[in-house]
């Protein structure tokens, strides 16, 4: 009897003891890192939003280190409007859409222009910038109007983007690719290439501010015209409330403030989808 109940007293340590392991292991199970539905300070969820601070004047870094921009201000202003705490995280342009896919980040605002070919590996919002591609040139040049005068030149452009894929169209070029605009927009005011195909807000915007000087931009015409969008990974739960955030600003003007404060100027009218 006495070796009976040893053996049952024994028995009921063991299983006490599996099941705490069990309990404290399905916890750190669940501990990892937070997602849209953890509870921010807005009560909403958080909101890892990723973003390249090298594209001014949409997303940068300020003298005091934080980031400043367009999309910024614009990405703050929505998350209040949805009540989501918005947690911005810097990456690599070309790197943005892997964490989307992976998980590591559940939103993106990084100028990034809607494409059939992006929209197949992330879901986007309604379109929240009217832009497109334009060649930059040195101040003296006069040869380079177009694209096709751009035959068997050569042109800088930014890893990942639109320009890097529109360069390839041109017959002969010699393709050099950078890791930001800025970089690319300096090898042209080196001499080190004869033209760069980039955003033209951020073109424009790096010649009137003077951070590079002795650059123009070719023609007045743009290449393309795009639409930029808020990237999430597919069927994300925070896309709707993101739509609707953007949308109120719209409507209520706020948008409209925050692109003056850019821009200086009227926004064109947004489509709620962009064509593809």
């Given amino acids: ?4 109940s040893r053996f049952r007293f024994l028995r009921q340590v063991l299983i006490g003891l599996l099941s705490f392991v069990c309990v404290v292991t399905f916890a750190a199970c669940g501990s990892g890192t937070p997602t849209t539905s ?3 300070s807005s009560g909403g969820g958080v909101l890892k939003v990723a973003t390249e601070p090298a594209f001014p004047p949409f997303e940068s870094q300020g003298t005091s280190g934080d980031l400043v921009g367009f999309d910024i201000d614009l990405m703050k202003a ?6 989501l705490d918005i947690q911005f995280q810097s990456l690599p342009f070309d790197g943005i859409i892997p964490a989307l896919q992976a998980g590591t ?7 990034m222009t809607i494409t059939a070919e992006r929209s197949q590996s992330v879901s986007f919002s309604r379109p929240y910038f009217k832009a497109g591609l334009a060649i930059a040139v040195r ?16 042109i800088a452009v930014q890893i990942g983007t639109t320009g890097a894929d529109e360069a390839k169209k041109v017959a002969g070029a010699k393709i050099r690719t950078f890791d930001s605009a800025p970089l690319a927009l300096q090898e042209l005011a080196n001499g080190n290439v004869d033209a760069v195909i980039n955003d033209a807000p951020v073109t424009l ?3 009137k ?8 931009v070719a023609t007045d015409q743009l290449l393309t015209e795009e639409f930029y969008g808020i990237a999430m990974p597919k069927d994300s739960p925070s896309l709707e409330k993101v739509n609707t955030g953007l949308k109120a600003l719209i409507d209520n003007g706020k948008y409209n403030e925050i692109y003056k404060k850019w821009f200086d100027s009227e926004p064109a009218t947004l489509p709620e989808t962009a064509p593809l």
């Fill in 38 to 40: 953890s509870t921010g």
């Fill in 105 to 111: 980040v559940d939103a993106a605002i990084s100028a």
């Fill in 139 to 154: 101040a003296k040049e006069t040869g380079i109007t177009s694209l096709d005068s751009l035959k068997n030149k050569r």
């Fill in 209 to 216: 501010s003077g951070n590079i000087s002795g650059l123009k």
């Fill in 205 to 207: 915007y790096a010649i």
């Fill in 1 to 4: 009897m006495l070796r009976l």
């Fill in 78 to 83: 929505i998350g209040a409007e949805a009540g």
